[in-house]
């Protein structure tokens, strides 16, 4: 169980062939899972498009967890557009293999991490078929994450390949929606939502990223995307609401220069703080 506390070659080659089974898509029994050896707990992050913030809210969560004193990985599912080297300051690092497996690379903040990105250059296509990209996933999350109490996935938008790869193969202890609050991104979410609840997949809870924003010179507070509609949803369909991540100019700069707002101690990485003690405490009750 989680006890949160206060811490004192540049073309990738294709992937061998997969071990293991595939479950259905949808509705029919899954392959059972396979759990990894030393991690506790793998948590997905994930929205039904693109653009909402999902990689940004990753890496900031996985930093929130190191925090509150858990040790925490994180894995850049998302294949065909990694971006979790930029925001983890690892861009040009590249992973090491010992005993058959990767080793995750280190990073400043003491959260390893990997990603397709560690294997091509910066910019490359990703051109592969959803078997490919499958195999590819699964070499990532076998890697030797060691005693970690927390695996962060971020996936890709949608609900493609990859995610029923995922969730056949190394089931996640539950998912996190991120969605901002205007109503197209919500109907995605929703999407999202259903795949995790066909997939018996339990839903950890939505989180409303760029929400409201406040002006550097007069501090007024717009709502240019909407106000409180993944709260709304969430209450709706009944599902626990995490919190909300502002629309800041502080978290862009600070992501592109590779320095995740979490990593310091403003309003922003508070923010993510308390989100991450949110899951935890979620985490804790499933035991």
């Given at each position: 169980i989680l006890t949160a506390h206060k811490a004192a070659s540049s073309k990738p080659a294709p992937p061998p062939a997969a071990r293991h089974g595939h479950g259905h898509a949808h509705g029919g029994p899954a392959a059972k899972p396979m759990l990894l050896p030393d991690v506790k707990f793998i948590v997905a992050v994930a929205s039904g498009k693109g653009g909402v913030g999902k990689s940004t809210t990753s890496c900031n969560l996985a930093l929130g967890f190191a925090a509150i004193g858990l040790k925490a990985g994180i894995l850049d599912a998302d294949i065909y557009g990694p971006s979790q080297p930029r925001l983890m300051a690892t861009e040009g690092a590249r992973p090491t293999a010992k005993d058959g497996k990767l080793e995750p690379v280190a990073t400043r903040f003491g959260v390893p991490m990997l990603s397709i990105g560690h294997l091509v250059k910066p910019g490359q296509a990703i051109a592969w078929r959803g078997p490919m990209a499958g195999n590819a996933l699964g070499q990532l999350i076998d890697a030797d994450w060691g005693d970690a109490d927390l695996l962060i996935v971020d996936l890709p938008p949608g609900t493609g390949d990859v995610q029923l790869s995922m969730i056949s193969k190394h089931k996640p202890a539950g998912a996190v929606i991120v969605s901002t609050p205007q109503d197209l991104a919500l109907i995605d979410a929703t999407r999202a939502i259903d795949l995790f609840d066909q997939s018996q997949v339990p839903i950890i809870g939505l989180v409303e990223n760029m929400a409201g924003y406040a002006c550097p010179h007069c501090g007024e507070v717009s709502d240019p995307f909407g106000n409180g509609g993944a709260e709304a949803a969430a209450r709706a369909m009944g599902r626990?609401?995490?919190?909300?991540?502002?629309?800041?100019?502080?978290?862009?700069?600070?992501?592109?220069?590779?320095?995740?707002?979490?990593?310091?101690?403003?309003?922003?990485?508070?923010?993510?703080?308390?989100?991450?003690?949110?899951?935890?405490?979620?985490l804790e009750m499933r035991g």
């Amino acid at each position: 169980i989680l006890t949160a506390h206060k811490a004192a070659s540049s073309k990738p080659a294709p992937p061998p062939a997969a071990r293991h089974g595939h479950g259905h898509a949808h509705g029919g029994p899954a392959a059972k899972p396979m759990l990894l050896p030393d991690v506790k707990f793998i948590v997905a992050v994930a929205s039904g498009k693109g653009g909402v913030g999902k990689s940004t809210t990753s890496c900031n969560l996985a930093l929130g967890f190191a925090a509150i004193g858990l040790k925490a990985g994180i894995l850049d599912a998302d294949i065909y557009g990694p971006s979790q080297p930029r925001l983890m300051a690892t861009e040009g690092a590249r992973p090491t293999a010992k005993d058959g497996k990767l080793e995750p690379v280190a990073t400043r903040f003491g959260v390893p991490m990997l990603s397709i990105g560690h294997l091509v250059k910066p910019g490359q296509a990703i051109a592969w078929r959803g078997p490919m990209a499958g195999n590819a996933l699964g070499q990532l999350i076998d890697a030797d994450w060691g005693d970690a109490d927390l695996l962060i996935v971020d996936l890709p938008p949608g609900t493609g390949d990859v995610q029923l790869s995922m969730i056949s193969k190394h089931k996640p202890a539950g998912a996190v929606i991120v969605s901002t609050p205007q109503d197209l991104a919500l109907i995605d979410a929703t999407r999202a939502i259903d795949l995790f609840d066909q997939s018996q997949v339990p839903i950890i809870g939505l989180v409303e990223n760029m929400a409201g924003y406040a002006c550097p010179h007069c501090g007024e507070v717009s709502d240019p995307f909407g106000n409180g509609g993944a709260e709304a949803a969430a209450r709706a369909m009944g599902r626990p609401f995490l919190g909300r991540i502002p629309l800041d100019a502080a978290i862009r700069v600070a992501s592109d220069a590779g320095d995740p707002p979490a990593a310091g101690t403003g309003p922003q990485a508070a923010a993510f703080e308390a989100i991450a003690v949110k899951i935890t405490e979620w985490l804790e009750m499933r035991g």
